[in-house]
C-alpha cells in the first residue's frame, strides 16, 4: 500500500484490510525496490509442494502440471511454471499483462512487451 496516510490507525487498517506492505508518500526509489524485492522473495509454495485450481495440480518440485481429473501430466518449461504458479496462488483476483510480467521477467529485462502473451 503507498499512501500518505502515517498514522498507525492508518497503517493498521490497511495492513488489516489485505495490504500486504505500507509505504507512506514521500518515500525514496531505493526503499520502494528493496520492499518489493522483498514480497518476491516470500515463499508461496505451500508445505505439500503443490498448488491447485480445479482439476489441476502444479507440482512445484518437478516443474509439472497434472489433471486430477484423468491423472495426465506435462512438464513445464520455467516461465510456464512461473506464470501458472502466480495466477493459482492469485486464484479469483484479475491480474494485468504489466503485473505478470514484472512478477516473472522483473523490473529491469530485456523481454519483449509480448511476452505474456505468447507465454499464454
Not at 510456464?80 to 484479475?94: C, D, F, R, S
Request: hydrophobic fraction near 40%; aromatic fraction near 6%; include cysteine.
Amino acid at each position: 500500500m503507498l499512501t500518505t496516510k502515517s498514522e498507525l490507525d492508518d497503517k493498521v487498517t490497511g495492513l488489516d484490510s489485505g495490504a500486504d506492505d505500507h509505504l507512506t508518500k514521500p518515500f525514496m526509489m531505493k526503499e520502494l525496490l528493496a520492499r518489493l524485492r522483498a514480497l518476491g522473495r516470500r515463499n508461496i509454495d505451500p508445505p505439500d509442494g503443490t498448488l491447485s485450481f480445479g482439476d489441476i495440480a502444479l507440482d512445484t518440485g518437478i516443474l509439472s502440471l497434472a489433471c486430477t481429473a484423468n491423472g495426465q501430466s506435462v512438464r513445464l518449461g520455467e516461465k510456464e511454471y512461473h506464470i501458472l504458479e502466480y495466477l493459482i496462488a492469485n486464484q479469483g483476483q484479475i491480474l494485468t499483462c504489466e503485473q505478470l510480467a514484472l512478477k516473472i521477467w522483473g523490473y529491469e529485462n530485456e523481454a519483449e512487451y509480448n511476452n505474456v502473451e505468447v507465454y499464454m
